[in-house]
Nanobody
Framework: QVQLVESGGGLVQAGGSLRLSCAASRSIFSIGAMAWYRQAPGKQRELVASITRGRMPNYADSVKGRFTISGDYAKNTVYLQMNSLKPEDTAVYYC?????????WGQGTQVTVSS
C-alpha cells in the first residue's frame, strides 16, 4: 500500500511559478511509476506529467516546456515544478502512484492562477 501527501498549491498570478511536492510512504524507487494529474471544475481528470524509473518523463502537450516532473529518491518525494503559469492551469492537482498494478492517489492540492 502507498500513502501520498501533496503540498505546495496556492494562489499565484499568471506568469508565476509554483512547486508541488508529493511525499510517498514508501520508496519511490520501488514504486517505479508516479505521475501528476489535475482536474478543473466540470472537467475530467487529466494526466499532466509522469515519471517512470528508467524512462524519460512524459508531459501533456499543454504543459510541455513549462512544467518539470522530478523525483528525489532520498526523500521519497516527487515534485512538479510549474513555471509560466496560465489561468487555464487552475485545477486540483493529484499525485498518483502505480504500484503492483494498483493506483494510489493523494488528497489533492488546489492551484489557482489569476489573470
Amino acid at each position: 500500500q502507498v500513502q501520498l501527501v501533496e503540498s505546495g498549491g496556492g494562489l499565484v498570478q499568471a506568469g508565476g511559478s509554483l512547486r508541488l511536492s508529493c511525499a510517498a510512504s514508501r520508496s519511490i524507487f520501488s514504486i517505479g511509476a508516479m505521475a501528476w494529474y489535475r482536474q478543473a471544475p466540470g472537467k475530467q481528470r487529466e494526466l499532466v506529467a509522469s515519471i517512470t524509473r528508467g524512462r524519460m518523463p512524459n508531459y501533456a502537450d499543454s504543459v510541455k516546456g513549462r512544467f518539470t516532473i522530478s523525483g528525489d529518491y532520498a526523500k521519497n518525494t516527487v515534485y512538479l515544478q510549474m513555471n509560466s503559469l496560465k489561468p487555464e492551469d487552475t485545477a486540483v492537482y493529484y499525485c498518483n502512484a502505480n504500484f503492483l498494478s494498483m493506483n494510489y492517489w493523494g488528497q489533492g492540492t488546489q492551484v489557482t492562477v489569476s489573470s
